[in-house]
T-cell receptor, first 116, second 109 residues
Framework: DTEVTQTPKHLVMGMTNKKSLKCEQHMGHRAMYWYKQKAKKPPELMFVYSYEKLSINESVPSRFSPECPNSSLLNLHLHALQPEDSALYLC???????????????FGPGTRLLVL | GIQVEQSPPDLILQEGANSTLRCNFSDSVNNLQWFHQNPWGQLINLFYIPSGTKQNGRLSATTVATERYSLLYISSSQTTDSGVYFCAVEEDSNYQLIWGAGTKLIIKP
């Protein structure tokens, strides 16, 4: 099973709302990622979790708050977003680095977010 | 930091044609992946290929690590091959993929 699932598929929220994006994988991967992708651009890394601990935060504003409750789940909590945060949010997972084997990142289908 | 360049930026072909997409990178890498992003936004892994050659059906890829480039071959194109093809590399096993700008492929019926 090489599937990463994400919910919801689409989300419309106002600037005062609080919402959460969810990601799940059952490949036994211990590294999980959040990316943001704007139209006609490649994905941009936001956060990386390794062994359920935050290991990379690419200077993301605090209105985005990641959480990794266990080795299969990754959440992204959203609060007081701006219209420019509208984008496709992608989750990915992979082997942790330093282990033998390939380092493929597997991506979920994404959540298309619109902030009004 | 490492630079990744993809060419061509756009490619329009008739169904049944063959194509070659190129990815050049500026330093040695230990991870190189090719992805296809379909019109609905799904990023699909095509190949993990830091070196060597792989084939999967109508698709194949070759990475010549010593010369810092990778090629993706698509044979007998189908309309479902349309989308954006990304090459992404990882330099130091640091989780951070560096992405090319992508090649937008349109296959006309």
């Amino acid at each position: 099973d090489t599937e990463v699932t994400q919910t919801p598929k689409h989300l419309v929220m106002g600037m005062t709302n609080k919402k959460s994006l969810k990601c799940e994988q059952h490949m036994g991967h211990r590294a999980m990622y959040w990316y943001k992708q704007k139209a006609k651009k490649p994905p941009e890394l936001m956060f990386v979790y390794s062994y359920e601990k935050l290991s990379i935060n690419e200077s993301v504003p605090s209105r985005f708050s990641p959480e990794c409750p266990n080795s299969s789940l990754l959440n992204l909590h959203l609060h007081a977003l701006q219209p420019e945060d509208s984008a496709l949010y992608l989750c990915a997972s992979s082997q942790v680095r330093g282990l033998a084997g390939d380092e493929t990142q597997y991506f979920g289908p994404g959540t298309r977010l619109l902030v009004l | 930091g490492i630079q990744v360049e993809q060419s061509p930026p756009d490619l329009i072909l008739q169904e049944g044609a063959n194509s070659t997409l190129r990815c050049n990178f500026s330093d040695s890498v230990n991870n190189l992946q090719w992805f296809h992003q379909n019109p609905w936004g799904q990023l699909i892994n095509l190949f993990y290929i830091p070196s060597g050659t792989k084939q999967n059906g109508r698709l194949s890829a070759t990475t010549v690590a010593t010369e810092r480039y990778s090629l993706l071959y698509i044979s007998s194109s189908q309309t479902t091959d349309s989308g954006v093809y990304f090459c992404a590399v990882e330099e130091d096993s640091n989780y951070q993929l560096i992405w090319g700008a992508g090649t937008k492929l349109i296959i006309k019926p």
